[in-house]
């Protein structure tokens, strides 16, 4: 995703400037056009963004939860310059609330919510504000803020359950990294002039030992410098996008995980493809403005491919049923939502029925991963055990 800024007239002839993100300065033209703006400068705005940036500037998609959910209630009962004043005088965090008094200020001196938004792209995706717009224009703003805070507290509670459900074997992976360092740093050294005094060949298994126990003393410093540098090297690298659309496919055909993924990411994108439609917006707009809800780029390469069949005239199952990567399932589904008329239902469907299928695949993963890393830690204590009883053994039964 890039940024670009932009200069545009509306149809009163009044000059609008912002900024938005976009795959392409092409995307960027065609979402202004659909917002029936005459474009007069698009440029893409410069990179400050590094990798310590990003790594110290997360994404905060907390706050856009928590914001839509507190203005669809009080949309009901408020005008939006009301309800944003409210909420920017609430106590709580000062960076919210900082935020909050900036989409205020914004919005009362005339200003779209949806431009004001995309002040705060860390908060806001181009999804989010692009629904926000829909709602604006067709007068629906509180439905489409309660509909948007529903989708990204699901969204929420499901990259939380995947996180306590991963919590225990991070501990048993963390486990085996401590023993293994436990024995070759602290045990392993004080049977080192034992062994020297047995003066008995020892088997290979103890000698591999302690000959990556020797490196780990002598240059233990110079290691842990070397896979410092590796993970930062690895992080970068997979920030790239050649390289990181390779890991993103390469994923997504991986045994079980990789079948757990598609079901997660199409979940997360036909979830947000139907709140799009609800909005009012067109099927091939609405694609375009799904992709970067993913951040899987194979993934947002194939919305853009079946974006590109439906504006050449294809229904939106014909377009996917040439993509591998979606369930074979769910084409039914969507085939009978175009020719019903209800879409959007069915691709709501289709997206509970993603939900279902990842639970089912993360509760047999994690039933899988903890007794399979038990099992690793198992055959690692044994073989350090067993390299250094061995030998003893041997010794003690040559004296006899």
Known sequence: MSSFRYAARTREGSLKRGELEAESVMEAAHFLREQGLIIVALKEAPKTNTLWQSLLTPRRPEQAMLFLRQLSLMLTEQSLGSALSSLAKQPGDSNYRAMLADIAEQVTTGHPLAEALGKHPQVFSSAVRAMIAAGEQSGSLAEIAGKLADHLEEKHVRRQKLQTAMVYPILLLLTVCGAVAVMLFFILPNFLPLFDALQAELPWSTRALLYVGSLAQDHGGEFFLL????????????????????????????????KFRREALWQEILGTLAILLHSGLRLDLALGLTAPATDNLALQETIKRAMQGVERGYTLSAALAKEPSFPVMLLELVAAGESTGRLEFMLGKSAAYCELAAEHKAARLQAMLEPTLILVLGVIVFFFVLSIVWPLLEAMENMM
Do not use: D, T
């Not at 410092?228 to 995980?257: C, D, F, H, S, T």
């Open 227 to 258: 896979i410092l540098l590796a993970m930062v090297g690895l992080i970068y690298a997979g920030r790239q996008p050649k390289i990181k659309r390779w890991l993103n496919a390469w994923e997504l055909r991986l045994p079980i995980w990789g």
